[in-house]
């Protein structure tokens, strides 16, 4: 018999946090109180570094882009781990499991801030030698710099030196696709698969979606950087010969870049169309994808260049006070057809904003000459940026906007919503805090380099344990010292909880090189997402997989939708099993393809909203079968809970030593079930790696498509 709610085999609580920690606790310091968003707080507390500065709105939207990350970090299958996604519902055209290469660059720069980032290499692993591999190339993407990138915060040697060989495929594979012009020594892309439809150059030709084939200061400069990563890392393994080989790669494409795409006259980096352009001549208008060289620090550091410049805040030719125009504005297809997704013709565009503001900083900060651009510049712009993202005066991102009025215009319903395709804590750690670690370039040793971006009047800020090669930093900016309470006055450095530097100076320095302790790469410990097997997990329904069922569904939130390695707490975007209205107590249940053993955890994710409740209790059974089908369900013994009672929007673990019992199914019971019913937005089922359990290999669902 099944006896809901029973407590005989539960133990006392284990924690009061269902993650482990990923650094010893008494390297963390206490200054800050930890990020806090809508959901998943203590998801924020335990990977997120928090920051502190005057400017409150651009803590909040830096607190809310962190929960755009959480919401897209999607579990696929054993063979596979995490994934980052672009859209919380899978799209069309993507890969398996949902996986669209587009904005991978900005996902991994993005995310390398976490404080435990095996699930970056998790995403990058897909990409490069997992189910997304067949679909690594279906956009323009800068895949090797990104992973170096990574790198320069985490420090993780061993995994870059790993990818290398990945990398100069992925590279070379640019080639073989036959995207090479040996003669102009570039790569040429149509706009639509640098994720660009609808361009003032494809409007130019009779097929403005997939039209406009030409040589564009995106993939070609991606693959000059991507070249300099690959040489970067060969470096670190001794291999000479590939560094070498590498290095000419980028030097050549960075001479062909200058040579074809620069127009001297108007200073700026120009399309060129590929066909019927048999002199090569620039496309007659500007695009802010030109501002995509300095991105990779490409161009030369020349007044000629840094003119360009100039043009970013003109408000007539880019600036908006929400965001920069992807177009001039007085080009004659500027904002042409521009209510329907997707014009990349003036909308203000996130991703493209996103590689702007990195230009931007590096301008800054690398460049001597940069006449019409400083420091208040950048903040200028990502101020413009950070007011973008609320919507009825709530954080938002979508897919794009009207950079004059804010109004967001591609922002398609239980679709669009907390659109991860652009950055916006690296802008912050990175651009605005000026956390720019730097390798040599023989050992590959990394040393720790600031060169912030704050606006004079700051008077504070302040960065508390980021993740800084397996160990962690604070960084505290207080002036006159009476910000923060630690007896520090000026600039103030923490490793590991113990303060390692002290610079003090009512003036922030532009460049500071910190002389870190000498100390070796620590690992994280034991995490969430370096836990082995999610034996619920089936993102594709794959038949011959974990099946779901429940015992009554609103027929809108099916039960699949709480075994598809998405969790999501908002009402909209909906991603998630509810029971059907005023049918009281219910359950989920999980049928696996063998039987299940040395289970580690079962986290249940619970939805609620003003209709759905959380249940007063909860009950895990496991099943046992007598004879052809008669069985009965057990309680699953040795439950260590970090919850007693069910708790909405944060992660509900419930420890289970292994060991004692196997069987096929498991079923999650619900009692005290209110008449709106129960909600589950994802239930995982943790097990050991060497449980013994077979998974039904799935082989990846690679769609492709034109929709964007």
Same mark, same amino acid.
């Given at each position: 018999?099944?006896?809901?709610?029973?407590?005989?085999?539960?133990?006392?609580?284990?924690?009061?946090?269902?993650?482990?920690?990923?650094?010893?606790?008494? $390297?963390?310091?206490?200054?800050?109180?930890?990020?806090?968003?809508?959901?998943?707080n203590q998801w924020l507390e335990h990977y997120v570094p928090s920051i502190d500065c005057p400017d409150q709105q651009l803590v909040e939207i830096y607190n809310y882009r962190w929960s755009v990350v959480r919401r897209h970090i999607a579990y696929t299958v054993?063979?596979?781990?995490?994934?980052?996604?672009?859209?919380?519902?899978?799209?069309?055209?993507?890969?398996?499991?949902?996986?669209?290469?587009?904005?991978?660059?900005?996902?991994?720069?993005?995310?390398?801030?976490?404080?435990?980032?095996?699930?970056?290499?998790?995403?990058?692993?897909?990409?490069?030698?997992?189910?997304?591999?067949?679909?690594?190339?279906?956009?323009?993407?800068?895949?090797?710099?990104?992973?170096?990138?990574?790198?320069?915060?985490?420090?993780?040697?061993?995994?870059?030196?790993?990818?290398?060989?990945?990398?100069?495929?992925?590279?070379?594979?640019?080639?073989?696709?036959?995207?090479?012009?040996?003669?102009? #020594?570039?790569?040429?892309?149509?706009?639509?698969?640098?994720?660009?439809?609808?361009?003032?150059?494809?409007?130019?030709?009779?097929?403005?979606?997939?039209?406009?084939?030409?040589?564009?200061?995106?993939?070609?400069?991606?693959?000059?950087?991507?070249?300099?990563?690959?040489?970067?890392?060969?470096?670190?393994?001794?291999?000479?010969?590939?560094?070498?080989?590498?290095?000419?790669?980028?030097?050549?494409?960075?001479?062909?870049?200058?040579?074809?795409?620069?127009?001297?006259?108007?200073?700026?980096?120009?399309?060129?169309?590929?066909?019927? *352009?048999?002199?090569?001549?620039?496309?007659? &208008?500007?695009?802010?994808?030109?501002?995509?060289?300095? @991105?990779?620090?490409?161009?030369?550091?020349?007044?000629?260049?840094?003119?360009?410049?100039?043009?970013?805040?003109?408000?007539?030719?880019? $600036?908006?006070?929400? &965001?920069?125009?992807?177009?001039?504005?007085?080009?004659?297809?500027?904002?042409?057809?521009?209510?329907?997704?997707?014009? $990349?013709?003036?909308?203000?565009?996130?991703?493209?904003?996103?590689?702007?503001?990195?230009?931007?900083?590096?301008?800054?900060?690398?460049?001597?000459?940069?006449?019409?651009?400083?420091?208040?510049?950048?903040?200028?712009?990502?101020?413009?940026?950070?007011?973008?993202?609320?919507?009825?005066?709530?954080?938002?991102?979508?897919?794009?906007?009207?950079?004059?009025?804010?109004?967001?215009?591609?922002?398609?319903? *239980?679709?669009?919503?907390?659109?991860?395709?652009?950055?916006?804590?690296?802008?912050?750690?990175?651009?605005?805090?000026?956390?720019?670690?730097?390798?040599?370039?023989?050992?590959?040793?990394?040393?720790?380099?600031?060169?912030?971006?704050?606006?004079?009047?700051?008077?504070?800020?302040?960065?508390?344990?980021?993740?800084?090669?397996?160990?962690?930093?604070?960084?505290?900016?207080?002036?006159?010292?009476?910000?923060?309470?630690?007896?520090?006055?000026?600039?103030?450095?923490?490793?590991?909880?113990?303060?390692? @530097?002290?610079?003090?100076?009512?003036?922030?320095?532009?460049?500071?090189?910190?002389?870190?302790?000498?100390?070796?790469?620590?690992?994280?410990?034991?995490?969430?997402?370096?836990?082995?097997?999610?034996?619920?997990?089936?993102?594709?329904?794959?038949?011959?997989?974990?099946?779901?069922?429940?015992?009554?569904?609103?027929?809108?939130?099916?039960?699949?939708?709480?075994?598809?390695?998405?969790?999501?707490?908002?009402?909209?975007?909906?991603?998630?099993?509810?029971?059907?209205?005023?049918? &009281?107590?219910?359950?989920?249940?999980?049928?696996?393809?063998?039987?299940?053993?040395?289970?580690?955890?079962?986290?249940?994710?619970?939805?609620?909203?003003?209709?759905?409740?959380?249940?007063?209790?909860?009950?895990?059974?496991?099943?046992?079968?007598?004879?052809?089908?008669?069985?009965?369900? *057990?309680?699953?013994? *040795?439950?260590?809970?970090?919850?007693?009672?069910?708790?909405?929007?944060?992660?509900?673990?419930?420890?289970?030593?292994?060991? &004692?019992?196997?069987?096929?199914?498991?079923?999650?019971?619900?009692?005290?079930?209110?008449?709106?019913?129960?909600?589950?937005?994802?239930?995982?089922?943790?097990?050991?790696?060497?449980?013994?359990?077979?998974?039904?290999?799935?082989? #990846?669902?690679?769609?492709?498509?034109?929709?964007?």
């Amino acid at each position: 018999m099944l006896s809901a709610g029973s407590t005989a085999h539960r133990a006392p609580l284990l924690t009061a946090s269902p993650y482990e920690p990923l650094q010893p606790v008494e $390297w963390e310091t206490r200054f800050l109180p930890s990020a806090k968003d809508q959901f998943d707080n203590q998801w924020l507390e335990h990977y997120v570094p928090s920051i502190d500065c005057p400017d409150q709105q651009l803590v909040e939207i830096y607190n809310y882009r962190w929960s755009v990350v959480r919401r897209h970090i999607a579990y696929t299958v054993p063979e596979t781990g995490y994934i980052l996604t672009e859209f919380v519902k899978i799209a069309g055209h993507a890969g398996a499991f949902g996986g669209i290469v587009a904005a991978t660059g900005h996902h991994i720069r993005e995310a390398r801030w976490l404080r435990d980032t095996s699930v970056v290499d998790s995403y990058i692993n897909y990409w490069l030698k997992g189910p997304g591999k067949p679909v690594a190339r279906m956009y323009s993407v800068w895949m090797a710099d990104s992973v170096w990138e990574k790198y320069l915060i985490d420090g993780d040697a061993e995994y870059v030196k790993t990818m290398l060989p990945y990398l100069i495929e992925q590279w070379e594979g640019w080639e073989l696709d036959g995207k090479w012009n040996k003669e102009l #020594g570039l790569y040429w892309q149509v706009p639509v698969w640098d994720a660009m439809e609808f361009t003032i150059g494809s409007y130019q030709t009779s097929d403005p979606y997939h039209g406009g084939d030409g040589y564009r200061p995106t993939l070609s400069v991606y693959q000059y950087a991507d070249a300099l990563a690959i040489a970067r890392i060969a470096n670190l393994i001794g291999d000479v010969q590939t560094s070498d080989i590498y290095t000419k790669h980028a030097e050549n494409l960075k001479s062909a870049t200058l040579n074809n795409l620069w127009n001297s006259t108007q200073h700026h980096f120009f399309h060129v169309m590929k066909e019927d *352009n048999p002199s090569h001549s620039h496309l007659d &208008g500007k695009e802010q994808i030109g501002y995509t060289p300095w @991105y990779f620090n490409l161009p030369p550091d020349d007044s000629e260049y840094a003119e360009s410049w100039s043009y970013l805040f003109d408000p007539n030719v880019f $600036w908006g006070d929400f &965001g920069p125009a992807t177009a001039q504005k007085d080009h004659r297809f500027f904002y042409y057809e521009a209510e329907t997704c997707c014009r $990349w013709n003036g909308p203000s565009w996130p991703y493209s904003t996103s590689i702007t503001l990195t230009a931007l900083a590096n301008l800054i900060v690398n460049y001597q000459n940069h006449l019409h651009v400083n420091k208040e510049s950048y903040y200028k712009l990502l101020s413009a940026y950070t007011k973008s993202h609320y919507k009825n005066g709530k954080p938002h991102i979508a897919e794009a906007l009207n950079g004059y009025t804010g109004e967001w215009i591609y922002d398609a319903w *239980n679709w669009s919503e907390h659109y991860f395709h652009s950055s916006f804590v690296d802008l912050v750690l990175g651009g605005l805090f000026g956390i720019r670690p730097f390798a040599n370039n023989a050992t590959g040793d990394i040393t720790l380099e600031l060169k912030p971006l704050i606006p004079d009047v700051w008077d504070y800020y302040a960065v508390e344990n980021l993740q800084f090669q397996g160990n962690l930093l604070t960084i505290l900016w207080d002036r006159f010292g009476t910000r923060y309470d630690n007896n520090c006055t000026g600039l103030c450095i923490f490793q590991n909880g113990k303060q390692v @530097y002290h610079l003090m100076n009512e003036v922030l320095p532009a460049h500071i090189i910190v002389p870190l302790p000498n100390i070796e790469r620590n690992k994280p410990l034991r995490t969430v997402y370096n836990s082995c097997k999610n034996l619920a997990s089936n993102p594709q329904r794959t038949p011959n997989f974990t099946k779901i069922s429940a015992s009554t569904s609103d027929p809108a939130h099916p039960p699949h939708e709480a075994n598809d390695g998405v969790i999501l707490h908002d009402e909209i975007p909906s991603n998630r099993w509810s029971s059907q209205a005023g049918t &009281g107590d219910s359950w989920l249940e999980l049928e696996f393809t063998a039987p299940i053993k040395n289970i580690t955890a079962v986290d249940i994710h619970f939805y609620t909203d003003l209709s759905v409740h959380l249940p007063l209790s909860y009950e895990l059974f496991y099943w046992s079968e007598w004879w052809w089908g008669w069985g009965q369900w *057990n309680v699953i013994p *040795n439950q260590l809970r970090v919850f007693e009672k069910p708790v909405a929007g944060e992660l509900n673990r419930v420890w289970i030593q292994p060991g &004692g019992w196997e069987s096929k199914k498991l079923r999650v019971v619900f009692s005290g079930v209110a008449g709106g019913g129960v909600g589950v937005t994802e239930l995982e089922v943790w097990s050991a790696c060497d449980d013994g359990y077979k998974t039904t290999r799935h082989e #990846g669902m690679v769609l492709q498509n034109d929709e964007e």
